[in-house]
């Protein structure tokens, strides 16, 4: 079982940076694979990027290639997400999820744990 807990988010301007914040509970977090999601009003929730068990390896959705990095840090139970460069059309709601796994994952699907979510708003 795991219990993920997301911080960071808020009010931002555009080309402004923020860092997503994920605190799990679990003796076994380092086994899992972690990824983020967001998820927009009246729209789908999208893979934003995810990492695998050991951070060896991430992927990245097309949209914020480049702009975001994912990592975590297996001692302290924690993922990020830090985001630069940001655009109106980053705000959403940002989900942090993990994965039974451990490798990279990118669908909804493939995720068993999910956290409340944090907003992240970006103004123009």
């Known amino acids: 079982q795991v219990q993920l807990v997301e911080s960071g988010g808020g009010l931002v301007q555009a080309g402004d940076s923020l860092r997503l914040s994920c605190a799990a509970s679990g003796r076994t977090f380092w086994n899992y694979a972690m990824g983020w999601f967001r998820q927009a009003p009246g729209k789908e929730r999208d893979f934003v990027a995810s990492i695998n068990w050991s951070g060896g390896s991430t992927s990245y959705a097309d949209s914020v290639k480049g702009r975001f990095t994912i990592s975590r840090d297996n001692a302290k139970n924690m993922v990020y997400l830090q985001m630069n460069s940001l655009k109106p059309e980053d705000t959403a709601v940002y989900y942090c999820?993990?994965?039974?796994?451990?490798?990279?994952?990118?669908?909804?699907?493939?995720?068993?744990?999910w956290g409340q979510g944090t907003q992240v708003t970006v103004s123009s």
């Open positions: 999820a993990a994965s039974r796994s451990g490798t990279n994952a990118l669908w909804v699907y493939e995720y068993d744990y």
